[in-house]
């Protein structure tokens, strides 16, 4: 296949739907994972949706084992998916503390792992999307900064183990980006211009990523909106 090759999981809503547009448009194949690829609503020759529930790791693995079995090389993989609960943390259910871990954390330690192999035959990239919550205290959201914490601190430390072989490595830490992430939490940025960012800034964002010159490597990019505001949902009685 002489088109590069990218690997968007989380492909189906949000930012994975607009990176996956916008790897299209940049000539890319792209595999799209995603639980429910069909909600994707991008058809394209160049598209190959896959389905995978990626909060449960042995699904992950036969997935990562299933694309080393079609493709001989990877260009890109952006390890996007993930799943936020919040409130205090003695009254989080374990189950989705669990999904948490499995999907924010666990999913892309074993695509990486799994994928290096064709990462490395193409001097690849690999975007892992953590949050700002991985840099900053987050209260009522402890549990989920942990996971985006350590997804930060897996791509700075995997960096350092692979550049020799020429595989780059970037953490992408968003602020507040309206998706559909927030449609069963009771809070949301506010719906007015510069309080939020857009699935297709962070597409942009990670476009300008893979675009740097030969030898030069972002390895963390932070973006976050011009103003701070949330909102809290009317809580139904």
């Known amino acids: 296949m002489d088109k590069k090759t990218?690997?968007?999981t989380g492909a189906s809503s949000g930012i994975g739907q607009?990176?996956?547009?916008?790897?299209?448009?940049?000539?890319?194949?792209v595999i799209a994972v995603s639980r429910k690829p069909e909600r994707g609503g991008v058809t394209n020759a160049d598209l190959l949706p896959l389905r995978c529930d990626l909060s449960r790791p042995e699904m992950v693995t036969k997935c990562a084992g299933n694309i080393r079995g079609r493709f001989d090389r990877l260009d890109l993989l952006v390890n996007n998916a993930g799943a936020g609960f919040?409130?205090?943390?003695?009254?989080l259910d374990p189950a989705d503390v669990t999904c948490m871990v499995n999907l924010n954390l666990t999913a892309p330690?074993?695509?990486?792992?799994?994928?290096?192999p064709l990462?490395?035959?193409?001097?690849?990239?690999?975007?892992?999307?953590?949050?700002?919550?991985?840099?900053?205290?987050?209260?009522?959201?402890?549990a989920y900064a942990a996971t985006k914490a350590g997804l930060l601190h897996f791509s700075n430390c995997l960096f350092d183990e692979v550049r020799k072989n020429g595989v780059k490595v970037t953490a992408l830490c968003p602020d507040m980006t309206m998706t559909p992430f927030f449609d069963k939490l009771d809070f949301a940025p506010a719906a007015e211009e510069g309080a939020f960012l857009t699935p297709e800034l962070i597409a942009e964002s990670v476009m300008f990523i893979v675009k740097q010159p030969p030898g030069s490597v972002v390895t963390e990019l932070v973006l976050r909106p011009q103003l701070h505001r949330l909102i809290r949902k009317k809580q139904e009685s």
């Open 86 to 91: 919040f409130g205090l943390h003695e009254g």
């Open 18 to 29: 607009a990176l996956a547009k916008s790897l299209l448009k940049e000539g890319y194949f």
């Open 109 to 116: 330690l074993i695509f990486t792992s799994r994928l290096l």
């Open 119 to 142: 990462l490395r035959k193409a001097k690849g990239h690999i975007i892992n999307i953590s949050s700002i919550t991985a840099k900053r205290p987050s209260p009522m959201g402890s």
């Open 6 to 8: 990218a690997l968007v």
